[in-house]
């Protein structure tokens, strides 16, 4: 039986989640109740017209910043500078930039009108983080999350043109390291960040490490 969150706030312990990774139905998207499921390696992932389902993934893909990929065509592209590179200068821009974006096998989105007006409030409250990159003055690529003492949790990203997101996720992720970040949380598995250095590890390999650098 999947629990169903009331008014109260609490989440039940991330390790008695689905075998699928459900941990819990219900509650909102207040900021408190956000910041209470980042600090417990749990996250809200639904689609429109669904009730809210909170969610803490076995395996959960991770990348140390240190153990970042850069393959030698983005490294010709940074000499180039190819692109410049903002932060925090145009968060709704950018979350609405990956609601709206077309993914391949993916119809509609996940990020709701309710999740994008959630992430706005954290990042007004100084919670979530923009990544933003421009052509010129265009946004063509970017990326948010939100950061728990030494964890970033990235959300989504999003590219116009080609390059565009990793040569943004990689300047964050250097950025980051040189910031004090231990651990960017990438939540599922997927090969473009396995190209880059993130690696699986085990739900409570990711908690434990949770623990320890939250704060």
């Not at 500078?81 to 609405?96: D, K, L, P, R």
């Not at 993914?103 to 100084?126: D, F, S, V």
């Not at 043109?161 to 910031?179: P, T």
Request: hydrophobic share 35%; charged share 25%.
């Amino acid at each position: 039986m999947i629990p169903y969150l009331g008014d109260e706030l609490n989440f039940p312990s991330a390790e008695r989640s689905t075998p699928r990774g459900i941990v819990a139905i219900g509650g909102d998207l207040s900021p408190d109740r956000l910041m209470l499921a980042y600090r417990n390696g749990i996250f809200p992932w639904f689609n429109e017209n669904d009730p809210i389902i909170w969610w803490s993934l076995d395996p959960r893909m991770v990348l140390f910043p240190e153990r970042i990929k850069i393959s030698k065509s983005m490294r010709s592209l940074f000499k180039k500078n190819a692109f410049s590179v903002t932060y925090n200068q145009a968060f709704s821009h950018v979350i609405e930039c990956c609601k709206s974006m077309d993914r391949e096998g993916q119809e509609g989105t996940w990020i709701t009108n309710e999740m994008q007006e959630a992430y706005i409030r954290l990042h007004k409250l100084g919670y979530a983080y923009s990544v933003e990159v421009w052509e010129n003055t265009d946004l063509v690529g970017g990326l948010y999350g939100v950061k728990v003492g030494k964890v970033f949790s990235g959300e989504s990203m999003f590219s116009k043109v080609s390059n565009a997101s990793k040569y943004g996720f990689i300047s964050f992720v250097q950025k980051a390291h040189h910031d004090g970040i231990k651990l960017i949380d990438c939540q599922q598995e997927s090969s473009h960040l396995k190209s880059l250095g993130a690696e699986t590890i085990s739900r409570t390999q990711y908690l434990d490490l949770l623990m320890k650098w939250r704060g």
